[in-house]
């Protein structure tokens, strides 16, 4: 059972817009979220996260926002240049727990086309 | 800096041998997690370090999996009698107390033939 998703396996935008890649997670007690970005060949690299008890974490060109409610986190880059393309993994942790182990999504490979 | 490294990068053998995979944490870090990446799939937690000690090895997906620490810093995942199902691309990550983000290494690709 997968307790995060990425229902988008890829999702292709043009250089300067916007690209939103979503996540929802199943799992009451996950309290912390974070966004990797990954390059073939080279491992997740941490991109961004956010903690239960906010709704929105901004760095630069990248906000996550988080919606408790909904099970449901978004990543927003604003604006997409072509060296975002990657595969950008959605990941999730319970940090009440003894170890700090992460829970990832199947990943959505982001194609920023110049 | 340094960060995180894994030998061999690739890794090819055949059905039933032992293998034995490397990571090299970066300095200081005193958790390290071992995951593994199928074909089409996000990465799965295996097992996870606090110093030398496996404090969680829940992930293990059976006994021919083993890991190991013994120095606190160096970690080898070993897996014996290797089944084509082993192959994937095993990772791993560190981080300088267990509530801060990880870091991973590039992977070890493992291929059983």
């Known amino acids: 059972d997968q307790q995060v998703k990425q229902n988008s396996p890829s999702l292709s935008v043009q250089e300067g817009r916007i690209s939103i890649l979503n996540c929802d997670y199943t799992?009451?007690?996950?309290?912390?979220f974070l966004w990797y970005k990954k390059y073939p060949a080279e491992g997740p690299t941490f991109l961004i996260s956010?903690?239960?008890?906010?709704d929105k974490n901004e760095d630069g060109r990248f906000t996550v926002f988080l919606n408790k409610s909904a099970k449901h986190l978004s990543l927003h880059i604003v604006p997409s240049q072509p060296g975002d393309s990657a595969v950008y993994f959605c990941a999730a942790t319970f940090r009440g727990g003894s170890n700090y182990k992460l829970t990832f999504g199947k990943g959505t490979l982001l194609t920023v086309n110049p | 800096g340094a960060g995180v490294s894994q030998t061999p990068s690739n890794k090819v053998t055949e059905k039933g041998k032992y293998v034995e995979l490397r990571c090299d944490p970066i300095s200081g870090h005193t958790a390290l997690y071992w995951y593994r990446q199928s074909l089409g799939q996000g990465p799965e937690f295996l097992i996870y370090?606090?110093?030398?000690?496996?404090?969680?090895d829940s992930g293990l997906p059976n006994d021919r999996f083993f890991a190991v620490r013994p120095e606190g810093s160096v970690s080898t995942l070993k897996i014996q009698r290797t089944e084509r199902g082993d192959s994937a691309v095993y990772l791993c990550?560190?981080?300088?107390?267990?509530?801060?983000?990880?870091?991973f290494g590039p992977g070890t690709r493992l291929t059983v033939l």
């Open positions: 990550a560190s981080s300088q107390v267990i509530y801060n983000e990880q870091f």
């Open positions: 956010i903690s239960s008890i906010k």
């Open positions: 799992n009451s007690m996950f309290d912390y």
């Open positions: 370090f606090q110093g030398t000690g496996a404090a969680d």
